[in-house]
């Protein structure tokens, strides 16, 4: 009995659920204070359902930039990544990303936002209730 690779690629993937998280050729860049500099290039990975995933490497090779993006902080240069099949664009409750760097609250929301954010994320509280709380610590 012959059995080809493509066969062999075809059951093992028939036998694998979907990937919760894919990151697909993805190149990430910043721009630092004198230069734009390239954190990763064509990076690619799945990550199934209870799966232990390492990101691993020397300083300066792209693991924050990717968790980053990951988040939904830092937009892909090129390629994607999606999360349970969807393409991810921003950061969304879904997902917690806990940074060793205290710089990391979103540029575009307000104070009162970025106070607001990790009530309203974790539906502790509703709008209302997580501004009115906001603005008393505030």
Same mark, same amino acid.
């Given at each position: 009995?012959?059995?080809?690779? %493509?066969?062999?690629?075809?059951?093992?993937?028939?036998?694998?659920?979907?990937? !919760? !998280?894919?990151?697909?050729?993805?190149?990430?860049?910043?721009?630092?204070?004198?230069?734009? =500099?390239?954190? #990763? %290039?064509? =990076?690619?990975?799945?990550?199934? *359902?209870?799966?232990?995933? =390492? !990101?691993?490497?020397?300083?300066?090779?792209?693991?924050?930039?990717?968790?980053?993006?990951?988040?939904?902080?830092?937009? *892909?240069?090129?390629?994607?990544?999606?999360?349970?099949?969807? =393409?991810?664009?921003? *950061?969304?409750?879904?997902?917690?990303?806990?940074?060793?760097?205290?710089?990391?609250? +979103? *540029?575009?929301? #307000?104070?009162?936002?970025?106070?607001?954010? +990790? !009530?309203?994320?974790?539906? #502790?509280?509703?709008?209302?209730?997580?501004?009115?709380?906001?603005? %008393?610590?505030?």
């Amino acid at each position: 009995m012959h059995v080809s690779t %493509h066969e062999i690629t075809s059951l093992a993937a028939q036998d694998l659920p979907a990937p !919760l !998280l894919q990151v697909d050729r993805v190149s990430l860049q910043y721009r630092s204070a004198t230069a734009v =500099v390239q954190a #990763t %290039h064509e =990076v690619s990975f799945d990550v199934y *359902p209870a799966d232990r995933f =390492v !990101l691993l490497g020397p300083s300066g090779c792209g693991k924050s930039s990717l968790l980053k993006s990951v988040a939904g902080f830092l937009p *892909p240069a090129a390629g994607e990544i999606r999360l349970d099949g969807q =393409v991810l664009h921003q *950061p969304g409750p879904d997902r917690i990303v806990v940074f060793q760097e205290f710089d990391q609250l +979103p *540029p575009w929301k #307000t104070v009162l936002q970025n106070v607001m954010f +990790p !009530l309203l994320a974790s539906r #502790t509280l509703g709008k209302r209730d997580a501004a009115e709380r906001a603005r %008393h610590y505030l």
